[in-house]
């Protein structure tokens, strides 16, 4: 079964408007990653957030979490056109943060 | 210049074939893993690498091996091919001995079984 999730599978938004991606896992965790992917490319991390951290910035990118409802959030800030991905959340069960278990992702796309 | 290299980037085969994907990594890292990621479900990890040792095996059929010649290669390879193996294969690294290591993946090698 699938340990973390995205809550969304698709959003559109227009270019400079912000928005959200959601995830929630079911295991307990000591981080939680985010990840885009850009078509035809491997995945690449934005954010790598500990279970201890509530918040944690990457320039436009801001990732919550939390612990008790066990989900996390992704939002980006004045989008662009290169913004437009699959965004997964990853965790790893066992703690080391080295066996990555990735949601089914989110399509973003951001309409010029 | 890439920092991982995988090859081929697109591979056909016939059901009952070998193939070999190949992983370098120009990262200076001592971890590396295998994931596959197909159409009808989330990437998914199948191993982990470390100072070119097994660290974990998540995939339960054998016809998948994963091959370390040297510190930065990480080959696949998978024999008797279903059609079910279908799917992009990554190949990631990261450092060994960091918990919370960002791993960096390759461009992937799309496999396709006919």
């Known amino acids: 079964s699938q340990l973390a999730e995205e809550n969304l599978w698709a959003l559109s938004v227009h270019e400079g408007e912000s928005v959200t991606v959601n995830c929630s896992y079911k295991?307990?965790?000591?981080?939680l990653q985010w990840y885009r992917q850009k078509s035809g490319e491997g995945p690449a991390q934005l954010i790598l957030?500990?279970?201890?951290?509530r918040e944690k910035r990457n320039g436009r990118l801001r990732a919550t979490l939390d612990t008790s409802s066990q989900s996390s959030s992704l939002s980006i800030t004045a989008t662009r056109c290169e913004d437009t991905a699959v965004y997964f959340c990853?965790?790893?069960?066992?703690?080391?943060?080295?066996?990555?278990?990735f949601g089914q992702g989110t399509v973003l796309s951001v309409i010029p | 210049d890439p920092k991982i290299i995988q090859k081929p980037k697109y591979l056909v085969a016939v059901t009952g074939s070998e193939k070999i994907l190949i992983c370098e990594q120009y990262?200076?890292?001592?971890?590396m893993y295998w994931y596959r990621q197909s159409a009808k479900k989330p990437l998914e990890f199948m191993f982990s690498?470390?100072?070119?040792?097994?660290?974990d095996n998540q995939t339960a059929s054998s016809r998948f091996q994963p091959q370390s010649s040297k510190k930065n290669h990480l080959d696949l390879q998978i024999t008797a091919l279903k059609p079910d193996d279908s799917a992009t294969y990554f190949c990631?690294?990261?450092?060994?001995?960091?918990?919370?290591?960002?791993?960096?993946f390759g461009p992937g090698t799309r496999l396709t079984v006919l």
């Open positions: 990631a690294s990261s450092q060994t001995g960091e918990n919370y290591a960002e791993q960096f």
């Open positions: 295991t307990s965790i000591t981080a």
């Open positions: 957030i500990r279970s201890n951290e």
């Open positions: 990853a965790t790893d069960p066992t703690g080391g943060n080295n066996k990555l278990t």
């Open positions: 990262l200076g890292h001592n971890a």
């Open positions: 690498y470390s100072y070119q040792k097994l660290m």
